[in-house]
C-alpha cells in the first residue's frame, strides 16, 4: 500500500500500515522473513555415502577379517575407529544447516511495526514488505527497509561492511531506493545491524533471503568445503595399495596351491599376505593424529571445528586478517586530543590532564547521553571518569532540558543544559569538525589552522569530532543552533585500538614464513594506521573496494601477490580475495568474525572465528574457532599444525618401513617354496606393536626446534612424496635383508622352527629400532633419547613383555610353532636387529655435518 511521507515531521498518526488481511497474503505470496533451513538429509542417507569412502570399507573389511580369524580385539578396535570417524563425519555434514540457522535468528529480532494504525510488537520472522517499522537505541534492525524519517540515527554496520564505525542515516525524501550497505549519510538500513543512537521510523522493501544478509546465506550454500591434500592423498594411497594387496593375495594362493597341491595353508598364506599389505594403519594414525591434535589445541583456547585443517593450518602461506575484532578490539577509544595547537597523545596510562584540556573533556561529555549506548560516546564519559574525576568538570547533578539533533543540514548536535543556580544555560555541542567550525563562525585563517590540525590528526587513521560550548540567558531557546554564540574548543581523535597481542604475532607469522594480509570495510587511512601499528609489510600500498571492482580476474591475481592491505570490502570482494589467493597457490587462512565475513571463512582452506564477539554464522562456518579472542592463539595453532604433520611424516615413514620386511618375509617363502615365516597370529601380534607406535609414541613427539623458522611447506608437496617413500622403503629393505640373512643361517643350521624364531625375534628388535630411528630424521637415536615421550617406553616395555611371553609361555610358544632361544641367540637377534638401522643413523649424522640446524622430521 503507498504511504504518505512527511519528511522530517511525519506525523505517526496518519500512518495506518498494513492491515492483517494484507500481512497474511503477503505471508503467503512472499514466505516468512527468514533463512529457510537446507534440505535435512537423514542419518541412513549421510552413513551411506560416508561407507563408501574406500578408506571407510578397507577399515571395515581389515576388521571382519580379525573377526573371522577370532581376534575380537583388533576386530573391535578397528570397527570401533568406523563408527567414531562416521559420527565425525556426520558431524560436519550438519554444520551448514546449523549455519544458516544461525543465520535466520540472527536476521529475526523482534520488531516494533504499524499495523492497522497500531504499534504492535511482533517476532521478525512476522515482518513483510511494506510493514512500517520504528528503530531506537539498541533495536536490531529486522529487514532491509527505507527510512522515513529518523532522528541523529546512527547505525553499526560492521556485520555487513566489517567497519567498526556507525553510520549515519537520513531520511529517504520519498524516493525508496535501496544503496550498497556501509554509505554515510544514506536512507537504507539492513537486516540484523544494531541501532546505536537515536530513533527512526523506515518502510520494509526486502524480506528473508532478499535481504543483504540473505544474499550471504544463498552464498554459503553454493560454497563447498574442500578436502585436505592430505585426505585425497590418504584416500588414493589406501585405495591403491588395497588393489595391490587383492592382486598378491590371489597371487599367493594360487602359486602356494599349485605349487605345493595345498590349497587350505595357500589360503592362508593369502590371508597373511593380505593382513601384511592392508595399510589399515593409515585411516587410523590420521583420525588419531587429528583428534588428540585437537585435543591439543584446544589447551590453547583454541576450538578445532574441522579436524583436518589442523594439517592445513601447519602448510598456511598466507592469513587473512579482518581489522575489525580481529586486530582491533571493536570499539571506539581516545586517542589524540586537541585544543587550539596543542595536542596530546592518549596512552593506556594516561589517567591526567594539563588544565587548558579540561574544558573540552568536560563540554564533550555534555553533549553525548548520560548513559550512552554509541561506542564512541562510551569512549569519551569513560576517558572522562578517568581524567576528570578530581575535578569540578563532571556534572552527574545537572539538568538536560533540550537537544539539537544531527540534521543533514547540519552535522552536528547540542545538548542544553541548565545550570546549578538556574539563571543561565550551558549549551554543549559536537560533530564533524567543519560542522562545528560552522557553528562558531571561524575567521579564515583560524579555519586554515583548524584545517591543518585535522589532517594531521586524519593521518594517523582518526575519526575526529569538534567540540564547542556556549551560554545562553534563560529566556525562551531558539530553534536552530546557529542562533547560539558558541566558542570552539578543540577536536578529539578516537581510534579502534590494536590488541596489544597482535604485533608480537604478527612478526611471529613472518619469522614462519606466513605473509600477513589485512582486509578491512574501514578507509585507507585507518587501515595504513593499523599496518603500521601492527609492523605489517609495505603499509603504504593499498587497493581499495572501488579499484578491486574495476580489476579482472587475471589482474586481481597479480596484484594480491604484491598488496597487503584491502580497504573497503564488502563480503563478495572479501571472498573474491581469498579465491584470488587460492587460484596463485596459496594455502589461505581467514579470519573473522562477522557475518560479511562467513563467506570467505568457508572458501579458506582454514577459517579462524573469534569466539568472543564472533557471531553463531562466523563461528558456523569457521574451521578453528578462538576462544578467548587472542591473536596470538594462531600462531600457536600454525606451530601445533606443523608439529602434527611432521609427526606424521615420521609416522608414516615408520609404517612403510615396517611393511616392507613383513610382506617381504610373508611372500618370498612362498615364491622359494621355503616353510612359512609368518601366519595370521603372529602378524596380529606384530600390530599391536606397530599400531600404538605409529598412532601414540609418534602424535607425543615434541615439536622439533626450528618447526616455527622455516617456511611452510609447499603445496605441492606431498605427505607420501617418492624421497620420504623411498627412503622409508629402503629402511624396511636393510631390515627385510636382515632378517632374511638370520633365517636363512637357522634354517641350514638348526632347522625350520628355529630358523622361524629367530627371523621373527630379529623382526621384532628391528621393529622397535625403526620406532627409535624414525622420532627424528635429523637427530640421532641417542640424541631422541634424551626427549621425554612416556608412551614410547610403555609400548617398548610392552613389546618386550609379549616377546619373554611368546618364548617362554608354552601355550604361546605352540601356537606361534616356535621354540625356546638361549640367551645368546637372542642377544644375537636383538644385535641384527640394532644393526638393520645403523646406516640411517650414520646417514642422519653424515647430513647435519655441514650445518648445526637441523630439518624437522622426514624431508
Not at 506525523?11 to 512472499?30: H, M, N, Y
Not at 570482494?573 to 571463512?601: C, F, Q, W, Y
Not at 637377534?829 to 645403523?838: D, E, P, T
Request: charged content about 20%; some cysteine; glycine content about 8%.
Amino acid at each position: 500500500m503507498e504511504v504518505s511521507i512527511l519528511v522530517n515531521e511525519l506525523d505517526l498518526e496518519k500512518i495506518k500500515g498494513l492491515t492483517e488481511g494484507e500481512v497474511s497474503q503477503k505471508i503467503k505470496e512472499e514466505g516468512y522473513n527468514e533463512l529457510p533451513s537446507s534440505d535435512k538429509r537423514s542419518f541412513f542417507t549421510i552413513v551411506l555415502e560416508v561407507i563408501r569412502e574406500p578408506m571407510f570399507l578397507l577399515l571395515i573389511v581389515c576388521g571382519t577379517i580379525y573377526l573371522i580369524l577370532g581376534d575380537l580385539q583388533e576386530a573391535l578396535m578397528l570397527l570401533a575407529f568406523v563408527f567414531v570417524i562416521m559420527g565425525i563425519t556426520f558431524y560436519q555434514e550438519r554444520k551448514t544447516e546449523r549455519t544458516l540457522e544461525a543465520l535466520r535468528d540472527l536476521s529475526s529480532p523482534r520488531a516494533l511495526v504499524i499495523r492497522d494504525g497500531k504499534e504492535r510488537r511482533i517476532p521478525g520472522r512476522e515482518v513483510v514488505t511494506g510493514d512500517i517499522i520504528m528503530l531506537k537505541e539498541g533495536d536490531r534492525v529486522p529487514a532491509d527497509a527505507v527510512v522515513l524519517d529518523c532522528s541523529n540515527l546512527l547505525i553499526n554496520e560492521s556485520l555487513l561492511t566489517g567497519e567498526s564505525v556507525p553510520v549515519r542515516k537520513v531520511s529517504c525524501g520519498g524516493v525508496m531506493d535501496m544503496h550498497p550497505p556501509g554509505g554515510d549519510g544514506l536512507p537504507s538500513i539492513y537486516s540484523g545491524t544494531l541501532v546505536v543512537q537515536g530513533q527512526g521510523v523506515a518502510q520494509v522493501v526486502s524480506t528473508g533471503l532478499n535481504t543483504e544478509m540473505g544474499r550471504i546465506g544463498k552464498r554459503l550454500q553454493t560454497l563447498e568445503t574442500e578436502d585436505t591434500s592430505l585426505q585425497k592423498e590418504t584416500r588414493n594411497l589406501v585405495r591403491n595399495m588395497a588393489l595391490i594387496g587383492a592382486v598378491l593375495c590371489a597371487a599367493v594362493v594360487i602359486i602356494y596351491g599349485i605349487t605345493r597341491m595345498d590349497w587350505l595353508n595357500g589360503f592362508l598364506a593369502g590371508i597373511t599376505l593380505a593382513m601384511a599389505i592392508l595399510p589399515e594403519e593409515f585411516p587410523v594414525v590420521l583420525t588419531i593424529f587429528l583428534a588428540l591434535g585437537a585435543w591439543r589445541i584446544s589447551k590453547k583456547n583454541v576450538l578445532t571445528r574441522r579436524s583436518h585443517a589442523i594439517q592445513a593450518l601447519g602448510s598456511t602461506t598466507v592469513l587473512c586478517v579482518d581489522k575489525t575484532g580481529t586486530l582491533t578490539l571493536n570499539r571506539m577509544s581516545v586517542e589524540m586530543i586537541m585544543n587550539g595547537d596543542e595536542f596530546y597523545q592518549v596512552t593506556s596510562d594516561t589517567d591526567q590532564l594539563s588544565e587548558s584540556f579540561h574544558e573540552l573533556v568536560e563540554f564533550s561529555i555534555l553533549a553525548s547521553q548520560r548513559d550512552p549506548f554509541d561506542p564512541m560516546e562510551k569512549s569519551l564519559k569513560e576517558f572522562g571518569n578517568k581524567t576528570l574525576r578530581e575535578t569540578e568538570h563532571l556534572h552527574d547533578d545537572w539538568k538536560l532540558i533540550r537537544e539539537y539533533p544531527l540534521s543533514q543540514e547540519l552535522l552536528a548536535m547540542s545538548h542544553v543544559w541548565q545550570s546549578p543556580d538556574g539563571e543561565d544555560y550551558i549549551i554543549a555541542a559536537k560533530g564533524a569538525p567543519e560542522a562545528v567550525a560552522d557553528l562558531c563562525h571561524l575567521e579564515s585563517a583560524e579555519l586554515e589552522q583548524l584545517s591543518r590540525n585535522i589532517s594531521q590528526m586524519a593521518r594517523e587513521g582518526l575519526r575526529i569530532i569538534g567540540v564547542a560550548r556556549a551560554q545562553f540567558k534563560k529566556t525562551d531557546l531558539p530553534g536552530k543552533q546557529h542562533d547560539f554564540n558558541f566558542q570552539f574548543l578543540g577536536l578529539v581523535g578516537f581510534l579502534d585500538p590494536v590488541r596489544e597481542e597482535v604485533p608480537q604475532a604478527v612478526q611471529e607469522c613472518y619469522q614462519a614464513g606466513i605473509r600477513v594480509v589485512m582486509i578491512t570495510g574501514d578507509y585507507p587511512g585507518t587501515a595504513r594506521n593499523i599496518a603500521q601499528k601492527i609492523g605489517l609489510k609495505d603499509p603504504e600500498r593499498v587497493i581499495t573496494g572501488d579499484e578491486l571492482n574495476e580489476m579482472d580476474d587475471d589482474t586481481l591475481k597479480e596484484q594480491v601477490k604484491r598488496v597487503n592491505i584491502f580497504a573497503r570490502m564488502v563480503p563478495e570482494m572479501k571472498l573474491r580475495l581469498v579465491e584470488a589467493l587460492k587460484s596463485n597457490g596459496e594455502i589461505v587462512a581467514m579470519t573473522g568474525d562477522g557475518v560479511n565475513d562467513a563467506p570467505a571463512l568457508k572458501s579458506a582452506q582454514i577459517g579462524i572465528s573469534m569466539g568472543g564477539r564472533g557471531t553463531d554464522v562466523a563461528r558456523e562456518e569457521s574451521s578453528l574457532v578462538l576462544l578467548h579472542d587472542d591473536f596470538s592463539s594462531i600462531v600457536s595453532s600454525v606451530k601445533m599444525g606443523r608439529r602434527i604433520y611432521d609427526n606424521l611424516k615420521k609416522a608414516t615413514a615408520y609404517i612403510f618401513a615396517v611393511h616392507v620386511p613383513i610382506i617381504g618375509m610373508s611372500l618370498l617363502p612362498v615364491l622359494f617354496q621355503w616353510p612359512l615365516v609368518l601366519f595370521p597370529v603372529q602378524i596380529v601380534f606384530l600390530e599391536l606393536i606397530i599400531d600404538p607406535a605409529c598412532s601414540i609414541v609418534f602424535e607425543a613427539e615434541k615439536a622439533e626446534a626450528n618447526t616455527m623458522k622455516r617456511p611452510p611447506r609447499s603445496s605441492s608437496e606431498t605427505l607420501f612424496n617418492r624421497q620420504n617413500i623411498g627412503m622409508s622403503i629402503l629402511q624396511g629393505i636393510v631390515v627385510l635383508a636382515v632378517v632374511l640373512a638370520v633365517y636363512l643361517v637357522g634354517l641350514n643350521l638348526q632347522g625350520e622352527s628355529s630358523a622361524r624364531t629367530l627371523s621373527y625375534i630379529t623382526l621384532i628388535f628391528a621393529n622397535l629400532a625403526l620406532i627409535l630411528t624414525n622420532r627424528s630424521w635429523s637427530s640421532t637415536i641417542i640424541q631422541t633419547l634424551r626427549t621425554p615421550n612416556t608412551a614410547l617406553w610403555w609400548v617398548l616395555g610392552g613389546a618386550l613383555l609379549f616377546l619373554a611371553a611368546v618364548l617362554y609361555f608354552p601355550p604361546l610358544q605352540e601356537l606361534f610353532k616356535f621354540c625356546p632361544l638361549t640367551p645368546w641367540e637372542i642377544l644375537g637377534c636383538f644385535l641384527a636387529g640394532m644393526l638393520s638401522v645403523i646406516w640411517f643413523e650414520g646417514f642422519k649424522w653424515y647430513r647435519n655435518l655441514p650445518k648445526d640446524s637441523c630439518a624437522s622430521g622426514p624431508s
